[in-house]
């Protein structure tokens, strides 16, 4: 018989308070929560912020008492040997007695399994009490097994979902159509928790770019946004779970195979241009093999072992031939400074550059202001600003009000980032009525670079002050940190801004800007070439992960520009937004096989059919593939 301390005892029956002949004290402390967070909400006497203070305190205790009911014991056991009937602790709880005896009956003529039954008890009676003492001594004959149901997970996170920046536009238009259904306070923009409260600092467009590759950090409130966009099958069909190379961790029930290439639906890629048989036979040993001493390396090394096994080996037949290897492809090093093409205005005041300098950790101090409108003319450098209460359009419209009339002037063009604040529909509108040609930078990293520099440097004015002055309040001095700007040389113009007029605009331009020969660089691409994209990474992103997509896509229009520059398309045929340069792109070639993860297998008159989707690619390539196209599982 085990003998077990009064104080266990006694730590074992409050656990297990509340069964069936008993009243069950935590069901009826639960109730009373539940009363009292129904009388909270009910309450509108109460302010709002006490309300919700006063509702998370109330649902967070329900939520534990919740958890307590649903991990507490459900069956105790004590026994004074395997073969003696076990009596019951607390009787009063009607618990059934296990059938040991079956157990031992069946099992009495093997010694090797009675051998396996008396090591899972000795197990068993390590369990632990909730104040950390054990219930037994580890015996052969003494046996406490605790059979604990552990509840799952009340909410399992959603999987990371990402998409591309070519369905920014569509999807903000579908959260603008209908905002309540995806979280979005429709007058402001932020994001609203499941009690349908904002989010301080939020905007669903931060989040919105985030998804689309634009943006690197989580930004807040993503969490809520990402739960309505992900339970939504209109926006589902747009997002993709991040289940790439090195992406997040995959579940041991998935199974990849890898399929036929010309079971995916493309446009354009039929062609299926591979390395020759010789080729094939002298390189692939030295790149795959596993005592290779250029095994995975880059082009340099595997040059190096081709030429010591046969010295007419060039770089070309080794560059040749790694760039129509999927995995150098995907992982070939990127740059990522490089040329890239300038704003070049056509005169003064024709061309300007627009951001907003954040400045809501001050708004306390200035009025409820939490952004300064920053606008810049591209030639002169002249700098022109005003304050923004918030993102929403009526006031985005109020500040560039100010700014025009300031100016004096409207331009003709308007470059900005993708930003909400600038690409809403009732902003488009004020462009279209205004007759300003609006352009969009869709770099992530990358936006209007004249007026992010000009940003830095008007907080650096600010900031000074706020050191020396001993203060935080910035709209009192704004209009005069911006005329000393202006009066002062630019390094860029040499100039003062506010000596630029039309008179000599002229002559800075061809200064600045000389229109000489095109550029005698040949294009590195052409038209028709099948290139892989690099891929968005954060600045402290791993660096052995893949660089480039899996995704492939074709060259559809080569720019003659300095740098050259490319427009592409998906196998869709479907044009990508924004131009890329050379060093974002890898050429590769079509192939001949795609691994895929199989998500479900049906039968159909008799085939056997899987449903996949491709590893890098969006739901929306997603089909059936006969079983005949697996080349390997």
Request: net charge positive; proline share 4%.
């Amino acid at each position: 018989m085990l003998l077990v301390p009064e104080n266990e005892y006694l730590a074992l029956i409050n656990l297990l308070k509340g069964g069936a002949g008993g009243t069950d004290s935590l069901q009826t402390e639960k109730a009373a929560l539940d009363a009292s967070i129904q009388k909270n909400l009910n309450d509108n006497k109460m302010g709002a912020d006490v309300q919700m203070k006063r509702h998370s305190w109330l649902y967070k205790q329900r939520h534990q008492l919740k958890d307590m009911i649903e991990n507490k014991p459900q069956k105790v056991i004590v026994e004074n040997s395997i073969g003696t009937a076990p009596q019951n602790i607390a009787p009063y709880m009607g618990i059934q007695k296990p059938t040991l005896n079956r157990i031992e009956e069946v099992n009495g003529n093997d010694g090797q399994k009675n051998k396996k039954i008396r090591r899972k008890s000795v197990h068993a009676s390590r369990m632990q009490t909730p104040n950390g003492a054990s219930f037994g001594e580890e015996t052969d004959t003494s046996v406490l097994e605790t059979d604990l149901r552990l509840s799952k997970k009340r909410q399992q996170k959603f999987l990371e979902l990402k998409t591309g920046p070519e369905h920014y536009d569509k999807l903000q238009e579908m959260i603008e159509r209908n905002p309540e259904k995806y979280g979005v306070d429709k007058s402001s923009g932020e994001i609203l928790t499941n009690f349908k409260k904002p989010v301080i600092r939020s905007n669903y467009i931060d989040s919105l770019m985030y998804l689309t590759g634009q943006r690197a950090d989580v930004p807040k409130g993503h969490r809520f946004f990402v739960q309505k966009v992900g339970n939504d099958p209109e926006m589902a069909k747009f997002f993709h779970s991040q289940r790439g190379e090195g992406g997040s961790k995959r579940s041991k029930r998935k199974k990849f195979v890898l399929v036929k290439a010309n079971a995916i639906k493309t446009v354009g890629l039929s062609r299926m241009e591979q390395p020759n048989n010789t080729q094939r036979k002298f390189f692939k040993p030295l790149l795959w093999a596993k005592l290779s001493p250029a095994s995975y390396a880059g082009i340099q090394k595997v040059l190096a072992e081709a030429q010591r096994r046969n010295p007419s080996i060039t770089i070309r037949d080794v560059d040749q031939f790694l760039h129509k290897q999927r995995t150098y492809t995907l992982f070939k090093p990127r740059k990522n400074r490089f040329r890239r093409l300038k704003t070049v205005p056509s005169g003064l005041h024709t061309d300007w550059q627009c951001d907003l300098c954040i400045m809501d950790a001050l708004k306390e101090h200035n009025d409820g202001f939490r952004y300064i409108l920053v606008c810049i003319d591209v030639l002169s450098r002249k700098i022109f600003t005003a304050e923004a209460e918030s993102k929403k359009s009526e006031h985005m419209i109020a500040a560039f009000e100010k700014i025009f009339k300031k100016a004096g002037v409207l331009p003709n063009k308007l470059y900005s980032d993708a930003g909400l604040e600038f690409q809403a529909k009732k902003m488009m509108d004020y462009w279209k009525q205004k007759e300003i040609i609006k352009h969009v930078m869709y770099s992530p990293h990358l936006h209007a670079g004249v007026v992010e520099r000009a940003n830095r440097t008007l907080k650096e004015r600010l900031y000074k002050y706020f050191s020396e002055k001993n203060t935080k309040r910035w709209v009192d001095v704004l209009d005069s940190i911006v005329r000393n700007l202006n009066n002062s040389a630019n390094r860029t113009t040499g100039l003062r801004p506010t000596d630029v007029n039309f008179k000599n605009a002229a002559a800075l331009q061809n200064r600045l800007y000389k229109q000489g020969e095109p550029s005698p660089k040949t294009p590195k691409f052409k038209v028709g070439d099948i290139v892989r994209i690099s891929k968005e990474k954060g600045d402290f992103s791993k660096g052995y992960f893949p660089n480039f997509t899996d995704e492939l896509f074709r060259i559809s229009k080569v720019n003659p520009t300095d740098p050259p520059s490319y427009r592409i398309r998906d196998q869709d045929g479907e044009d990508i937004k924004g131009i890329f340069y050379e060093q974002e792109l890898v050429k590769t070639v079509a192939e001949t096989a795609h691994r895929a993860e199989v998500l479900k297998t049906r039968r159909r008159n008799g085939v056997k059919e899987h449903f996949v989707r491709w590893v890098g690619y969006s739901d929306k390539h997603n089909r059936w593939i006969r079983d005949e196209d697996i080349v390997q599982n």
